[in-house]
Structure formats: C-alpha cells, structure tokens
C-alpha cells in the first residue's frame, strides 16, 4: 500500500512538474527544436531544474546499499553506445519533432487531449509492443 | 523571465519525482521504461502501476482544474499516429526517453545518455526544420 501510494506521489508530482513547466505545450517543445527561427530554449531550463535536483541525490544514493522500500537499486546495467541507441533515438526524435509529444507530456494530456492523444499514445503503445516483440524473437 | 522561472520550478518538481522513484523503490524514473514494462512481473509492477495512475490521473485532474497549462495539437489522426508510431518504436529501441536519458541518464552522467539525448534532438531539430513545426 505504502509503495503504491508513494508511486502515484511520483508520477503526480513529474506530471505536475510538466504541466507547469510548460512541456505540455507542444508548440513549446517544437520551439525548442525550431532552431531556424523563433528559439525557445525552455526544454534546456526544465532539464536543468530536473537535473540540478536529482544529480546530487543519484550520488547519495550511490553510497547507499538500498532504498527505503527495496532491496536494491535497480541501476540500469548499459554503458555501451550502440547503433539501436543512435538509431532509435533519433526515430524517436522525427516522431517527438513532428508531434511536439514525447511519452510523458503525452500521458499528462491523455484526458486533456481526448482522442487525438489517444491516437498518439495508442500507436505509441502499438510501437513498443512491436518493438519488444521483434527483439524477443531476435534474441531466441 | 516567468516563463522561465516556471520552467525552472517545473522542472524541479520533475527532479523531486525522480527523486522519491529512486530513494524509496530504487528505480529510474523513465516514463517509456516504466510504459513498457508496466506489467513485467520483476517485482516493479506496484511502483510502475501506481507512477503510471499518478501520472496519467493528475493529468486528468489538471485538465480541470488547470486547462490552461495544456496546448493543443492541430494535426490530424494518421499524423498523430504516425508520429506516436515512431516514438514507441524509437524509445524502445534506445532504451529511454526524454526522462529516462535527459533527466535520469544525464544526472548520472551516463555516455550512453548524453549520445541518445544529442540523437533525438537532432533528429527532432532536422524534421522541424524540414516540417516548419507547427504543432
């Protein structure tokens, strides 16, 4: 229950944080990629406030043997750059630059945006399923 | 100059999120991480299916009480689902997002983030510059 509840803290408080942020507004994140004319440099901003928060935390925790409802920290285990982290980055980056949605901001505005958000978040689901799926038969 | 202090606080209480997902159940908080391996039976499920109601349920909330902190999109459905095509299958073949590798990745100073990070925003720069970018 304690675990639920202090989840649920985190997801509202990283929606309310988008939401304020501005990074709800997709012509604010297509005006931070829109270097050719009017640049909005708010994404930099916000990814600074997130990071000057959690950085100094990911090194307390660091020396710390677990978190407070875990048994350990789930680190990811990855430190290789391969051609599937360029390559999917930057496939991901085409569909974030001709939406101005990414998967977060995409959530927050699911009941806001109605069925166009849903169309967006339903075929973003579709993708990651079939990207799952193709990577698990590649792997047997 | 609000705009950016909003941006700033904003951006914080994404930092504070990420925060509570890694002191108390040790995990990242990277929304398509989380998205797509929300029923994975790892002993996450309870952190990914509560930060996922919390998530999606403040959003529904904030889009009464605050509508106005939400923009609008004037493309039309196969746009939407084309371009929510590419950032499913995009994340998942990289492993992250903007959360997970711009705020968690880069927080750690983490090589493999800092390249995906580069990546999708220059991917996203160069179709904006090619599409004008009106959302």
């Known amino acids: 229950m304690k675990a639920f509840v202090l989840a649920m803290l985190s997801g509202a408080l990283f929606a309310l944080g988008l939401a304020v942020s501005g990074m ?11 270097i050719t004319r009017d640049w909005d440099p708010s994404l930099l901003v916000v990814m600074a406030g997130a990071v000057g928060v959690y950085s100094p935390v990911v090194r307390l925790a660091r020396g710390r043997r677990a978190p407070w409802l875990d048994g350990r920290f789930h680190w990811p285990t990855r430190n290789d750059v391969d051609v599937r982290l360029v390559a999917g980055s930057m496939v991901f980056g085409v569909g974030w630059g001709l939406s101005g949605y ?6 927050v505005s699911l009941v806001h945006g109605a069925l166009p958000l849903v169309v967006f978040v339903c075929a973003m689901l579709s993708g990651i399923a079939l990207v799952r799926g193709v990577l698990r038969q590649g792997a047997q | 100059m609000t705009d950016y202090v909003r941006a700033l606080v ?7 999120a990420a925060t509570i997902a890694l002191v108390i159940h040790g995990r990242i908080a990277g929304i398509c991480g989380i998205l797509a391996r929300v029923l994975e039976r790892d002993g996450g499920r309870t952190f990914r299916v509560g ?3 919390g998530l999606v349920g403040t959003g529904a909330v904030l889009s009464v009480v605050t509508p106005g902190l939400f923009g609008t999109t004037s493309h ?3 746009y939407l689902a084309i371009a929510g095509l590419l950032v499913g299958i995009g994340t998942t073949f990289a492993n992250g997002c903007t959360a997970g590798h711009g705020v968690c990745g880069v927080a750690r100073f983490s090589a493999r983030s800092f390249v995906a990070v580069a990546s999708f925003i220059f991917a996203g720069m160069v179709t904006v510059a090619i599409t004008g970018g009106h959302p």
């Open chain 1, 24 to 34: 709800t507004i997709p012509a604010k994140i297509t005006g931070f990629l829109d």
């Open chain 2, 76 to 78: 039309g459905l196969p």
């Open chain 1, 102 to 107: 990414c998967p977060g901001p995409a959530l």
């Open chain 2, 10 to 16: 904003g951006g914080a209480l994404i930092g504070l």
């Open chain 2, 51 to 53: 930060f996922l109601t």
